[in-house]
């Protein structure tokens, strides 16, 4: 215990035969400087605003599967629901988008709408196959039900 106080001892005092060197003043913050750094932050943040407006009026970045994602078409069935045909690969999904979640209601194997347009089969002749058959369904398990 005795050797730990005096390597203690002469490991602080080391200050204590220093040269009495003093710290120079800081100088104070002027108004210009102050400004300056304000006037640099707010044309950053501007920077940054406008590539992000650009990017948002542009569509942005494609991420992601190269691109091979994409929504084809949607239709709005309430307020704040939609229904969405998105293109995945080869296949084309149909989802229900509302603010409780994202639902996927079918997958077609062939196209229903094409790049080059609209197929025999129209999106909204699809989307009203794919409604009754859900109501259909929902009949006959009600009724099996009872």
């Known amino acids: 215990m005795n050797n730990s106080f005096i390597f203690f001892s002469l490991f602080f005092s080391s200050s204590v035969f220093a040269e009495d060197k003093k710290m120079p003043l800081m100088e104070p913050v002027s108004i210009g400087s102050m400004m300056q750094v304000f006037v640099s932050l707010a044309a950053v943040l501007l920077i940054f605003g406008g590539i992000v407006y650009v990017l948002k009026r542009l569509g942005g970045i494609r991420t992601g599967q190269g691109g091979k ?4 078409d949607g239709v709005s069935v309430g307020s704040r629901d ?3 045909l998105i293109q995945v690969g080869e296949k084309q999904v149909l989802v229900g988008v509302s603010p409780s979640g994202i639902s996927p209601i079918s997958v077609f194997d062939e196209p229903v709408i094409s790049g080059q347009g609209i197929s025999d089969n129209s999106f909204s002749g699809q989307l009203q196959k794919q409604i009754k058959s859900r109501l ?3 009949v006959q398990t009600k009724k099996k039900e009872s």
């Open 69 to 72: 994602m994409h929504v084809l």
């Open 136 to 138: 259909n369904k929902d």
């Open 82 to 84: 939609r229904v969405l």
